[in-house]
């Protein structure tokens, strides 16, 4: 038996290799997305994430929203996108400018692989340490940048107009020119508190209590640790195993021009 055992491994390791390219998702047996939520902005903006605001999003009871910020990071990003590759699973990635600048290959992989590109400033600068004025550019600047490796173009609205602030950092000037310009800000549900040195066991669990004792929402995660990446295929496979649905988010299409 253990003669067959090699060559199937083997097989099976060129198939998750092939996983990487596009269309070979939904795959029989992966965790996979359940849903795609479009995330509308209205006049009065929009806001979500329980631990800084009061609503999040219209999730159902153990539906997930995955997200992960400050990357992207090169090799701790790869790993990250491998492992969501490896199960089906599109996240939502809150990028920070000068990252992107540093890896625009990386960026564009991101996005060809269906995972939704949010902003996440320029410089990781907590906003409300600095003057409206540095803050505004720093956004801007932030989503320019992305927008720019990602089409060739950018404007005064990110082409994804989701935004997570750094350190969760709001500041109420900001808040009303991000609704302004439609622009959704982020908050979490959840987190494994990964800013804090762990090792993947210790934040998989501390991560998952966490997820469990709430029931549904938004989960923040950072692309940037290794040791965050090497938690994340045991994160998924333990969500599989628990009856954990996948949302992923994408903003709704403006609306329809009509008369
Ligand atoms: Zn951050």
Not at 60 to 82: Q, R, W
């Amino acid at each position: 038996m253990s003669v067959l055992v090699r060559p199937i491994a083997v097989a099976l390791a060129l198939l998750a290799a092939g996983a990487a390219q596009a269309g070979t998702c939904p795959r029989p047996g992966t965790l996979g997305v359940s849903r795609v939520l479009p995330v509308e902005v209205g006049a009065d903006g929009l806001f979500v994430g329980t631990k800084s605001y009061p609503d999040t999003l219209p999730l159902a009871d153990h539906e997930i929203v995955l997200s992960f910020d400050d990357g992207p990071a090169g090799k701790t990003t790869d790993a990250v996108l491998a492992a969501l590759e490896a199960e089906c699973v599109k996240a939502t990635f809150f990028v920070v400018g000068e990252m992107a600048a540093a890896h625009p290959e990386q960026l564009r992989r991101m996005a060809a692989a269906g995972h939704t590109i949010g902003h996440h400033t320029m410089t990781h600068t907590i906003l409300t340490k600095v003057p409206f004025e540095r803050g505004e550019a720093d956004v801007e600047t932030g989503w320019q940048t992305v927008d720019r490796i990602l089409t060739g173009t950018a404007g005064d609205r990110p082409k994804t107009p989701f935004f997570r602030y750094p350190g969760f950092a709001a500041t109420k000037p900001l808040d009303a020119w991000l609704t302004e310009r439609r622009v959704a800000v982020f908050g979490a549900d959840f987190w494994g508190s990964d800013w804090n040195k762990s090792t993947p066991e210790a934040l998989l669990a501390l991560t998952l209590s966490r997820i469990e004792a709430r029931g549904r929402g938004i989960l923040l995660l950072h692309d940037t640790h290794d040791y965050t990446a090497a938690m994340v295929p045991g994160l998924l496979a333990a969500l599989k195993a628990k009856g954990w649905r996948v949302v992923q988010i994408v903003p709704a299409p403006p609306p329809a021009t009509g008369g």
